[in-house]
């Protein structure tokens, strides 16, 4: 009875070894990382596992000394160019490393503007309310005398433009200058009144005719009778 119980303290006291050696081997004492960030809700990834949000611009993580060191860490937020830096040194056993991370705004892009930079066209007709057209684009009517048109100047130039309103023959002229960056070209048109139209003329009727031949006919021969 007594090398049984013996025999069982044995084996109980190899298992705890074992089972204190193989803890040693995986895990060991701990260290952390102190990750400081200027977002908070920032996700930080270490070679790639997610180890959770910064909160109050800090978060602590908890690794293993003798365990595998990580080699990268990476912080991460929506509406943020992603951070990511090489992991150099590793907490020893109590110890604590510290890493700061910069989260910067994804820069907005600025609006493209189709062409470039403009220049300017005035477009001076002697009518009000006349209707502007460069090519087959409709740029708007004239008033007091002008009408001002935007143009990007590394745009595809028009080479034509024209003017026209109800009542009046309608104005087109080649366009052979462009406006430099900033710069004006002034076009001129002149409108003028569209000519009355020619008065409809009804067509005689035949039956009038035949009866103007036949009056004429009669007159003749009452004539050549009396004399």
């Given at each position: 009875?007594?090398?049984?119980?013996l025999?069982?303290?044995?084996l109980?006291?190899?298992?705890?070894?074992?089972g204190?050696?193989?803890?040693?081997?995986?895990?060991?004492?701990?260290?952390?990382?102190?990750?400081?960030?200027?977002?908070?809700?920032?996700?930080?990834?270490?070679?790639?596992?997610?180890?959770?949000?910064?909160?109050?611009?800090?978060?602590?993580?908890?690794?293993?000394?003798?365990?595998?060191?990580?080699?990268?860490?990476s912080?991460?937020?929506?509406?943020?160019?992603?951070?990511?830096?090489?992991?150099?040194?590793n907490?020893?056993?109590?110890?604590?490393?510290?890493?700061?991370?910069t989260?910067n705004?994804?820069?907005?892009?600025?609006?493209i503007?189709?062409?470039?930079?403009?220049?300017?066209?005035?477009v001076?007709?002697?009518?009000?309310?006349?209707?502007?057209?460069?090519?087959?684009?409709?740029?708007?009517?004239?008033?007091?005398?002008?009408?001002?048109?935007?143009?990007?100047?590394?745009?595809?130039?028009?080479?034509?433009?024209?003017?026209?309103k109800?009542?009046?023959?309608?104005?087109?002229?080649?366009?052979?200058?462009?406006?430099?960056?900033?710069?004006?070209?002034?076009?001129?048109?002149?409108?003028?009144?569209?000519?009355?139209?020619?008065?409809?003329k009804?067509?005689?009727?035949?039956?009038i005719?035949?009866?103007?031949?036949?009056?004429?006919?009669?007159?003749?021969?009452l004539?050549?009778?009396?004399?």
């Amino acid at each position: 009875m007594r090398k049984v119980c013996l025999s069982g303290i044995l084996l109980l006291s190899v298992i705890l070894l074992a089972g204190a050696a193989s803890a040693a081997t995986v895990g060991g004492d701990q260290g952390w990382y102190n990750v400081h960030c200027n977002v908070d809700g920032a996700a930080v990834y270490m070679d790639g596992n997610y180890m959770g949000e910064i909160v109050n611009g800090i978060l602590t993580v908890p690794v293993y000394s003798t365990g595998t060191p990580y080699k990268t860490v990476s912080v991460e937020m929506p509406g943020y160019t992603t951070w990511t830096e090489n992991i150099d040194t590793n907490p020893a056993a109590g110890e604590q490393e510290d890493i700061y991370a910069t989260l910067n705004p994804v820069p907005t892009p600025e609006p493209i503007m189709i062409g470039g930079d403009t220049g300017y066209y005035v477009v001076y007709c002697n009518v009000d309310g006349a209707d502007v057209y460069f090519g087959s684009d409709y740029k708007g009517q004239t008033a007091n005398g002008e009408l001002t048109v935007e143009v990007y100047t590394t745009g595809t130039p028009y080479t034509t433009y024209s003017v026209q309103k109800s009542g009046y023959t309608p104005f087109t002229a080649q366009i052979t200058e462009y406006p430099e960056k900033g710069d004006t070209v002034k076009l001129h048109a002149t409108l003028n009144p569209a000519p009355a139209p020619e008065p409809t003329k009804s067509p005689v009727a035949p039956g009038i005719i035949l009866f103007s031949v036949m009056a004429a006919l009669l007159c003749g021969f009452l004539i050549s009778r009396r004399e």
